[in-house]
């Protein structure tokens, strides 16, 4: 497999959660590293953590506005792999109480993020470099109720990338598609409570526990640096499909 010694990564949600895993394992395996989040200070509490002087860059965009997405890549120039973990808690009511306010926000924030960093990503992207997008749980397990609207937005990544990957080979197009991870995002979606859902789905998993980022993270590497893979769902959920 190819080396990411060297290589220029953008993170897209770097600053906290799966992406900072990302961030870090990349940085571990010798790359140049770009995280992009909404929040500067976030960004800089980040930088900060990885500890990767030279090496590691925080620019703050919001992935909702197509200028911000131009100017990112305006700004990195040249690169060789893009990571996209950003995301927002998703909607979580029944289907006939749901906001369509909020619906479209989701949509654009994931979705339409996602094709907004594609088209702006492949100026500066190298030649047989990749993407990597996430999806999620959600898409094979929904919550009832109130999960249709996430689970079709999650489940659309996958064709998402193998239509990408056929228009855009060499450049390669993959999904990682994570179950429950512990991340910043859960204490905004259940709060307090996050302990009891964790240790219920925990004791339910075949992987015996919930998974952390520096658990999914390899799976991004993967996908960077094997140059045979493109178009294709990696599912790390620790059996969470299956039960």
């Not at 996602?114 to 929904?142: C, E, Q, W, Y």
């Not at 937005?153 to 990408?164: D, K, N, Q, V």
């Not at 993967?222 to 990696?234: A, H, P, R, S, V």
Request: net charge negative.
């Amino acid at each position: 497999m190819a080396t990411l010694k060297g290589s220029r990564i953008i993170v897209v949600g770097g600053s906290s959660g799966i992406g900072f895993g990302v961030a870090a394992a990349a940085l571990e395996s010798g790359a140049e590293v770009a995280i992009v989040g909404r929040s500067a200070q976030k960004l800089k509490a980040a930088e900060k953590r990885l500890a990767g002087p030279g090496r590691v860059t925080g620019i703050a965009a919001d992935m909702a506005s197509e200028a911000d997405v131009a100017r990112l890549f305006d700004e990195v120039g040249a690169f060789d792999h893009l990571v996209a973990t950003a995301g927002t808690p998703p909607p979580n009511y029944p289907i006939g109480e749901a906001d369509m306010a909020f619906v479209r926000q989701f949509v654009d924030s994931k979705l339409v993020g996602a094709v907004m960093l594609a088209k702006h990503a492949v100026r500066t992207l190298k030649a047989g470099g990749s993407m990597t997008f996430t999806s999620g749980i959600n898409k094979d397990r929904p919550p009832v109720p109130g999960g249709s609207v996430v689970a079709a937005i999650a489940g659309s990544f996958t064709y998402f990338a193998r239509a990408l990957a056929l228009e855009l080979a060499p450049t390669r197009v993959n999904i990682v598609s994570p179950g429950w991870v512990d991340t910043e995002m859960w204490d905004e979606i259940v709060g307090e409570a996050k302990g009891g859902y964790f240790d219920q789905m925990g004791a339910r998993l075949p992987a015996g526990r919930i998974a952390t980022p520096d658990d999914v993270a390899p799976a991004y590497l993967y996908l960077m640096q094997n140059e045979f893979m493109t178009g294709e769902t990696i599912h790390i959920d620790g059996g969470q499909r299956l039960v």
